[in-house]
T-cell receptor, first 115, second 115 residues
Framework: AQSVTQPDIHITVSEGASLELRCNYS??????LFWYVQSPGQGLQLLLK??????LVQGIKGFEAEFKRSQSSFNLRKPSVHWSDAAEYFCAVDPLTGGGNKLTFGTGTQLKVEL | DAGVIQSPRHEVTEMGQEVTLRCKPI?????LFWYRQTMMRGLELLIYFNNNVPIDDSGMPEDRFSAKMPNASFSTLKIQPSEPRDSAVYFCASSPGQGWDNEQFFGPGTRLTVL
Protein backbone atom coordinates (compact mmCIF):
# COMPACT_ATOMS: atom_id res chain seq x y z
CA ALA A 1 0.00 0.00 0.00
CA GLN A 2 1.13 3.55 -0.69
CA SER A 3 2.24 5.30 2.47
CA VAL A 4 4.58 7.76 4.11
CA THR A 5 6.09 6.79 7.45
CA GLN A 6 7.74 8.79 10.17
CA PRO A 7 8.98 6.15 12.59
CA ASP A 8 9.79 8.52 15.45
CA ILE A 9 6.80 10.02 17.25
CA HIS A 10 8.90 12.03 19.71
CA ILE A 11 12.54 13.10 19.64
CA THR A 12 14.44 15.07 22.28
CA VAL A 13 17.77 16.73 21.55
CA SER A 14 19.94 19.20 23.39
CA GLU A 15 20.31 22.69 22.04
CA GLY A 16 23.35 22.81 19.76
CA ALA A 17 23.22 19.11 18.96
CA SER A 18 22.61 17.76 15.50
CA LEU A 19 19.22 16.49 14.41
CA GLU A 20 17.95 13.90 11.97
CA LEU A 21 14.26 13.16 11.47
CA ARG A 22 13.39 10.10 9.45
CA CYS A 23 10.88 9.76 6.65
CA ASN A 24 10.24 6.72 4.46
CA TYR A 25 7.78 6.40 1.63
CA SER A 26 6.25 3.51 -0.20
CA UNK A 27 5.10 4.35 -3.71
CA UNK A 28 5.55 2.75 -7.10
CA UNK A 29 7.45 5.71 -8.47
CA UNK A 30 9.41 8.39 -6.71
CA UNK A 31 6.89 10.94 -5.49
CA UNK A 32 7.53 14.56 -4.86
CA LEU A 33 8.67 15.00 -1.26
CA PHE A 34 8.18 17.76 1.29
CA TRP A 35 8.97 18.63 4.88
CA TYR A 36 6.66 20.94 6.86
CA VAL A 37 6.96 22.33 10.37
CA GLN A 38 4.06 23.14 12.70
CA SER A 39 4.61 25.33 15.73
CA PRO A 40 2.09 25.08 18.58
CA GLY A 41 -1.24 26.63 17.65
CA GLN A 42 -0.05 27.44 14.15
CA GLY A 43 -0.55 26.15 10.65
CA LEU A 44 2.09 24.28 8.71
CA GLN A 45 5.05 25.99 7.06
CA LEU A 46 7.06 24.49 4.21
CA LEU A 47 10.71 23.85 5.09
CA LEU A 48 11.88 22.32 1.82
CA LYS A 49 10.84 20.17 -1.12
CA UNK A 50 12.38 17.72 -3.57
CA UNK A 51 11.28 17.03 -7.11
CA UNK A 52 14.40 15.95 -8.98
CA UNK A 53 18.06 16.76 -9.45
CA UNK A 54 20.49 17.22 -6.58
CA UNK A 55 19.51 14.78 -3.85
CA LEU A 56 20.60 17.13 -1.08
CA VAL A 57 18.03 19.88 -0.69
CA GLN A 58 18.51 23.05 1.30
CA GLY A 59 15.59 24.67 3.04
CA ILE A 60 14.74 27.49 5.35
CA LYS A 61 15.87 27.87 8.96
CA GLY A 62 19.09 25.96 8.32
CA PHE A 63 17.40 22.64 7.50
CA GLU A 64 18.40 20.26 4.76
CA ALA A 65 17.12 16.90 3.56
CA GLU A 66 18.65 14.10 1.57
CA PHE A 67 16.73 11.95 -0.87
CA LYS A 68 17.94 8.35 -1.06
CA ARG A 69 16.16 6.37 -3.72
CA SER A 70 17.67 3.05 -2.67
CA GLN A 71 16.27 3.46 0.82
CA SER A 72 13.03 5.23 -0.16
CA SER A 73 13.94 7.85 2.40
CA PHE A 74 13.91 11.62 2.69
CA ASN A 75 15.43 12.43 6.07
CA LEU A 76 15.53 15.94 7.48
CA ARG A 77 18.70 17.20 9.13
CA LYS A 78 20.04 20.21 10.95
CA PRO A 79 23.65 20.50 12.15
CA SER A 80 22.90 22.52 15.28
CA VAL A 81 19.43 22.74 16.80
CA HIS A 82 18.09 25.91 18.38
CA TRP A 83 15.48 26.03 21.13
CA SER A 84 13.10 27.72 18.68
CA ASP A 85 13.15 24.57 16.52
CA ALA A 86 10.90 22.80 19.03
CA ALA A 87 7.80 21.96 16.99
CA GLU A 88 6.14 19.13 15.12
CA TYR A 89 7.62 18.11 11.79
CA PHE A 90 5.69 16.46 8.99
CA CYS A 91 6.98 14.67 5.95
CA ALA A 92 4.60 14.75 3.00
CA VAL A 93 4.44 13.26 -0.47
CA ASP A 94 2.64 14.07 -3.67
CA PRO A 95 2.24 10.70 -5.37
CA LEU A 96 1.72 12.36 -8.76
CA THR A 97 -1.59 10.62 -9.37
CA GLY A 98 -4.29 12.77 -10.90
CA GLY A 99 -3.63 16.47 -10.52
CA GLY A 100 -0.74 17.89 -8.59
CA ASN A 101 -0.86 19.22 -5.07
CA LYS A 102 -2.60 16.25 -3.47
CA LEU A 103 -0.37 15.82 -0.44
CA THR A 104 -0.32 12.84 1.90
CA PHE A 105 1.23 13.59 5.27
CA GLY A 106 3.10 11.36 7.67
CA THR A 107 1.98 11.18 11.28
CA GLY A 108 4.54 13.73 12.41
CA THR A 109 7.55 13.82 14.75
CA GLN A 110 7.36 16.00 17.83
CA LEU A 111 10.73 17.62 18.53
CA LYS A 112 11.64 18.74 22.02
CA VAL A 113 14.79 20.79 22.58
CA GLU A 114 16.49 20.70 25.96
CA LEU A 115 18.38 23.80 27.00
CA ASP B 1 0.30 40.03 2.98
CA ALA B 2 -2.14 38.78 5.61
CA GLY B 3 -1.72 35.13 4.78
CA VAL B 4 -4.56 32.64 4.81
CA ILE B 5 -7.29 33.76 7.18
CA GLN B 6 -9.58 31.32 8.96
CA SER B 7 -12.52 31.99 11.20
CA PRO B 8 -13.44 31.26 13.82
CA ARG B 9 -10.22 30.15 15.51
CA HIS B 10 -12.15 28.13 18.06
CA GLU B 11 -15.64 26.71 17.87
CA VAL B 12 -17.49 24.77 20.53
CA THR B 13 -20.87 23.38 19.63
CA GLU B 14 -23.28 20.68 20.62
CA MET B 15 -23.93 17.50 18.74
CA GLY B 16 -26.51 17.96 16.02
CA GLN B 17 -25.78 21.62 15.41
CA GLU B 18 -24.63 23.04 12.10
CA VAL B 19 -21.05 24.29 11.97
CA THR B 20 -19.60 26.57 9.31
CA LEU B 21 -15.88 27.17 9.00
CA ARG B 22 -14.60 30.00 6.85
CA CYS B 23 -11.45 30.61 4.88
CA LYS B 24 -10.02 33.54 2.95
CA PRO B 25 -7.10 32.45 0.77
CA ILE B 26 -4.12 34.58 -0.13
CA UNK B 27 -5.06 37.05 -2.83
CA UNK B 28 -4.11 35.79 -6.28
CA UNK B 29 -3.92 32.13 -5.27
CA UNK B 30 -5.93 29.82 -7.49
CA UNK B 31 -6.00 26.64 -5.42
CA LEU B 32 -7.58 26.11 -2.03
CA PHE B 33 -7.41 23.08 0.25
CA TRP B 34 -9.28 21.95 3.34
CA TYR B 35 -7.50 19.60 5.77
CA ARG B 36 -8.52 17.96 9.04
CA GLN B 37 -6.03 17.11 11.79
CA THR B 38 -6.75 14.64 14.58
CA MET B 39 -4.58 12.63 16.92
CA MET B 40 -5.93 9.38 15.55
CA ARG B 41 -5.76 10.06 11.82
CA GLY B 42 -3.17 12.80 11.54
CA LEU B 43 -3.51 15.40 8.78
CA GLU B 44 -5.97 14.47 6.04
CA LEU B 45 -6.90 16.29 2.86
CA LEU B 46 -10.68 16.68 2.70
CA ILE B 47 -11.20 18.58 -0.55
CA TYR B 48 -9.42 20.96 -2.85
CA PHE B 49 -10.53 23.57 -5.37
CA ASN B 50 -8.86 25.04 -8.39
CA ASN B 51 -10.24 28.30 -9.78
CA ASN B 52 -13.24 27.90 -7.44
CA VAL B 53 -14.11 24.47 -8.86
CA PRO B 54 -13.93 21.37 -6.63
CA ILE B 55 -11.30 19.07 -8.11
CA ASP B 56 -11.12 16.22 -5.62
CA ASP B 57 -13.51 15.67 -2.73
CA SER B 58 -12.63 12.03 -2.11
CA GLY B 59 -11.39 12.88 1.37
CA MET B 60 -14.71 14.28 2.55
CA PRO B 61 -15.77 11.80 5.24
CA GLU B 62 -19.51 11.66 4.56
CA ASP B 63 -22.52 13.57 3.35
CA ARG B 64 -22.66 15.61 6.52
CA PHE B 65 -19.66 17.52 5.19
CA SER B 66 -19.91 20.01 2.35
CA ALA B 67 -17.58 22.69 1.00
CA LYS B 68 -18.14 25.63 -1.28
CA MET B 69 -16.05 28.27 -2.92
CA PRO B 70 -18.42 30.91 -4.29
CA ASN B 71 -15.59 33.20 -5.35
CA ALA B 72 -11.82 33.41 -5.42
CA SER B 73 -11.57 35.03 -2.01
CA PHE B 74 -13.85 32.89 0.14
CA SER B 75 -14.56 29.28 0.98
CA THR B 76 -16.68 27.50 3.57
CA LEU B 77 -16.65 24.04 5.07
CA LYS B 78 -19.97 23.07 6.60
CA ILE B 79 -20.82 20.16 8.87
CA GLN B 80 -24.51 19.41 9.33
CA PRO B 81 -25.33 17.80 11.67
CA SER B 82 -22.13 17.80 13.70
CA GLU B 83 -21.02 14.81 15.78
CA PRO B 84 -18.42 14.49 18.57
CA ARG B 85 -16.11 12.55 16.24
CA ASP B 86 -15.87 15.66 14.07
CA SER B 87 -13.83 17.33 16.79
CA ALA B 88 -10.51 18.26 15.21
CA VAL B 89 -8.43 21.13 13.93
CA TYR B 90 -9.46 22.14 10.44
CA PHE B 91 -6.89 23.85 8.25
CA CYS B 92 -7.35 25.80 5.09
CA ALA B 93 -4.42 26.24 2.70
CA SER B 94 -3.97 28.04 -0.59
CA SER B 95 -1.40 27.89 -3.36
CA PRO B 96 -0.72 29.98 -6.45
CA GLY B 97 -1.65 27.19 -8.85
CA GLN B 98 -2.48 23.53 -9.24
CA GLY B 99 0.93 22.23 -10.15
CA TRP B 100 3.07 20.13 -7.87
CA ASP B 101 5.68 22.84 -7.57
CA ASN B 102 3.32 25.31 -5.96
CA GLU B 103 3.82 25.69 -2.23
CA GLN B 104 0.74 25.41 -0.05
CA PHE B 105 0.36 28.18 2.52
CA PHE B 106 -1.60 27.15 5.60
CA GLY B 107 -3.91 29.18 7.78
CA PRO B 108 -3.76 28.99 11.58
CA GLY B 109 -6.61 26.50 11.75
CA THR B 110 -10.00 26.29 13.43
CA ARG B 111 -10.19 24.10 16.51
CA LEU B 112 -13.65 22.50 16.55
CA THR B 113 -15.06 20.81 19.62
CA VAL B 114 -18.39 19.03 19.33
CA LEU B 115 -19.89 18.13 22.69
Amino acid sequence: AQSVTQPDIHITVSEGASLELRCNYSYGATPYLFWYVQSPGQGLQLLLKYFSGDTLVQGIKGFEAEFKRSQSSFNLRKPSVHWSDAAEYFCAVDPLTGGGNKLTFGTGTQLKVEL
Amino acid sequence: DAGVIQSPRHEVTEMGQEVTLRCKPISGHNSLFWYRQTMMRGLELLIYFNNNVPIDDSGMPEDRFSAKMPNASFSTLKIQPSEPRDSAVYFCASSPGQGWDNEQFFGPGTRLTVL
